[in-house]
């Protein structure tokens, strides 16, 4: 018999992955962007003898840097938002409904939706060329990590700093974009200064794109990436507990509005 809690958790997912579908635009654009980019990368890769054999990390760049923080982040900020714009986190207030079940079935959506942007990123990487040398667990957990992640920061900005609709970009923009430069998203961290190399150290997505890379590109294991999955491990844990805090501070605010 599943429990009250798994039964919410899961009857909210569906309804967000249910407002995805019928608006598809997000799903569409979480759909191409990887796919664009992966496609113009292989294009450029492919005209250059030497950057050829460095094609098999850029999927797992793309997807954790690129992908997954604009759909899990920012699909988390533009979901609270939603709720706040069409009044629906009042009726939760006074529903049943768990508040840890709600934050799990958001994680759940997401997580869904990062499993179809991953098998899309590398099945179409296959397309071109690359391959996949690692553990498939280890990069399913890495995955996971990262969702954690992203979803755990999304809640803490969409709480603290999204009121409306348009609020979204600006956090999302003004915190992410420089992470996402200094992790070697774009471009290898070898290009840096060393000063920028030190402080990329400090960057989740720094660990989450050396690690990815690291299984996916070089088929490394469990000791070469224990730096880096301790790092991640903690982060997650530290993003979803900030996200939980700023959540229930959010329903807070509601009942006293």
Same mark, same amino acid.
């Given at each position: ?6 039964q ?10 249910l407002?995805?579908?019928?608006q ?12 664009? %980019? ?11 003898a030497? %950057? ?18 604009f +759909? ?8 609270i938002v ?7 986190? *009042? *009726?939760?207030?006074? +529903? ?14 997401? +997580?869904t ?7 899309i ?9 690359? *391959? !996949?040398?690692?553990s ?6 890495i ?5 954690f992640? !992203? ?13 409306r ?5 600006g ?13 070697g ?7 840096m ?12 997505? !720094?660990?989450?794109?050396?690690? %990815? /890379? ?16 301790a ?7 530290? +993003? ?6 700023? !959540?229930?501070r %959010?329903?807070?605010?509601e /009942? *006293?509005s």
């Open positions: 018999m599943t429990s009250p809690t798994l919410q958790t899961l009857a909210v997912a569906r309804r967000i992955l407002e995805f579908w019928r598809r635009r997000s799903l569409i654009f979480w759909a191409v962007f990887p796919a664009l %980019m992966l496609l113009l990368f292989g294009l450029i890769y492919r005209n250059n030497s %950057m050829r054999a460095g094609f098999d990390t850029t999927p797992a760049g793309i997807l954790i840097g690129a992908a997954l923080f +759909s899990c982040l920012g699909g988390t900020v533009s979901i939603a709720e706040r714009e069409r009044r629906t986190l *009042r *009726r939760l207030l006074i +529903s049943p409904l768990n508040p840890v079940a709600y934050f799990l079935g958001i994680v759940a959506a997401l +997580s939706v990062a499993c179809c942007q991953a098998a990123v590398f099945a179409l990487a296959f397309a071109l060329g690359a *391959r !996949y040398h690692g498939i667990a280890l990069g399913a957990l995955v996971a990590l990262s969702v992640a !992203y979803v755990g920061l999304g809640f803490f900005f969409g709480a603290r700093f999204a009121k609709a348009e609020d979204v970009n956090p999302v923009a003004a915190f992410g974009v420089p992470l996402l430069v200094l992790g998203t774009f471009f290898p961290t070898s290009l200064p060393g000063f920028l190399i030190a402080l990329a150290r400090f960057d989740p997505v !720094y660990h989450m794109n050396e690690a %990815m /890379k690291g299984v996916a590109g070089r088929g490394e294991g469990w000791d070469q990436l224990a730096g880096d999955l790092f991640l491990a903690i982060f997650a844990a530290v +993003s979803l507990a900030l996200g939980v805090v700023s !959540y229930r %959010m329903l807070t605010e /009942k *006293r």
